[in-house]
T-cell receptor
């Protein structure tokens, strides 16, 4: 039972444009959502998070939006830079453990 | 700034051998987590410690797997009688009060 889903395995975006990564979840008991970025052969690096009581959180070029009624969250990166090319995971938490989506590979083209 | 460290970074072993991995969390973090990641998937939760107490274990953690955190600092994950299906990246994470878990670089295990 995949409680957190990232339905797009890959995304390609022009440098300078906006990247939008999407994530859906099924468990309404999740209380915190996080986005991680992962390079090959490295562990996930924390990017940004949002509490379930909020609908938006912004940190520099990164903004996360949460739509609880749709059980959907998205990560916006603007402007996109070549160094943003990586695999992005959304994760949700309840009772300590993180539940991850399958990841979306983002490629920023020059 | 010392983040989460894991040792070794890579391990190749033959089927049936035992392996042990070590994780050193960020020093003030009292919660420590182990995850496993296979190709094309997100990390999956294995087990969790608060200080030295192991508070939750996933059903993914068969009886061949054991984890310890003897003094509430570093943790070890041992896999006995390894199988080819154990080949994966083993990730350790730690956190203090906020919800954010910080991950180490992982140990990549290959069972031949």
């Amino acid at each position: 039972d995949q409680q957190v889903k990232q339905n797009s395995p890959s995304l390609s975006v022009q440098e300078g444009r906006i990247s939008i990564l999407n994530c859906d979840y099924t468990n309404s008991m999740f209380d915190y959502f996080l986005w991680y970025k992962k390079y090959p052969a490295e562990g996930p690096t924390f990017l940004i998070s949002i509490s379930s009581i909020k609908d938006k959180n912004e940190d520099g070029r990164f903004t996360v939006f949460l739509n609880k009624s749709a059980k959907h969250l998205s990560l916006h990166i603007v402007p996109s830079q070549p160094g943003d090319s990586a695999v992005y995971f959304c994760a949700a938490t309840r009772a300590q453990k993180l539940v991850f989506g399958q990841g979306t590979r983002l490629t920023i083209n020059p | 700034d010392t983040g989460v460290s894991q040792d070794p970074r890579h391990k190749i072993t033959k089927r049936g051998q035992n392996v042990t991995f070590r994780c050193d969390p960020i020093s003030e973090h009292n919660r420590l987590y182990w995850y496993r990641q296979t190709l094309g998937q997100g990390p999956e939760f294995l087990t969790y410690f608060q200080n030295e107490a192991q508070l939750e274990k996933s059903r993914l953690l068969s009886d061949r797997f054991s984890a310890e955190r003897p003094k509430g600092s570093f943790s070890t994950l041992e896999i006995q009688r390894t199988e080819q299906g154990d080949s994966a990246m083993y990730l350790c994470a730690s956190r203090y009060r906020k919800e954010t878990q910080y991950f180490g670089p992982g140990t990549r295990l290959l069972v031949l």
